[in-house]
């Protein structure tokens, strides 16, 4: 499979994982995020979910959509998976509750129609 071919699965996992975020986070305060290390390690995994999606989406895809912050999802991916005892709660708590349910409505109108549901 060629590397564009693979980029709808790749959206649906971006926009899987983008909604789990606001699911986790939702009704929560910053204080009871940051006392809920379950809900953190979630969010965290979901965050990075979406940043390695995003990094395998094809070149052509991405520059098609510049209206997506590419490079930032990606960096954040990359701290979460690289500089582990950098992780600060209150980047992570504005990228779940701001960045995160920004990303939502601009992913849905890329996501194809299932074969099903096109007839």
């Known amino acids: 499979m060629r590397r564009d071919e693979r980029d ?5 996992d971006m926009l899987d994982s ?7 986070v939702r009704g929560m305060t910053y204080v009871a995020y940051t006392r809920d290390r379950r809900t953190r ?5 979901e ?13 052509v895809f991405q520059e098609s959509h510049p209206d997506i912050p590419w490079r930032k999802i990606v960096a954040q991916r990359h ?3 690289h500089e582990y005892g950098e992780i600060q709660d209150e980047i992570l708590w504005k990228v779940a509750t701001v960045h995160v349910p920004e990303l939502i409505p601009l ?6 129609p299932l074969p099903d549901e096109q007839s």
């Open 8 to 12: 709808p699965a790749l959206l649906v």
């Open 79 to 81: 701290k979460l998976a």
């Open 41 to 45: 390690r979630a969010v965290e995994r």
């Open 18 to 24: 983008a909604r789990a975020v606001v699911e986790l």
């Open 47 to 59: 965050v990075e979910i979406i940043g390695e999606a995003a990094r395998n989406v094809s070149e």
């Open 107 to 112: 992913l849905e109108p890329l996501i194809p």
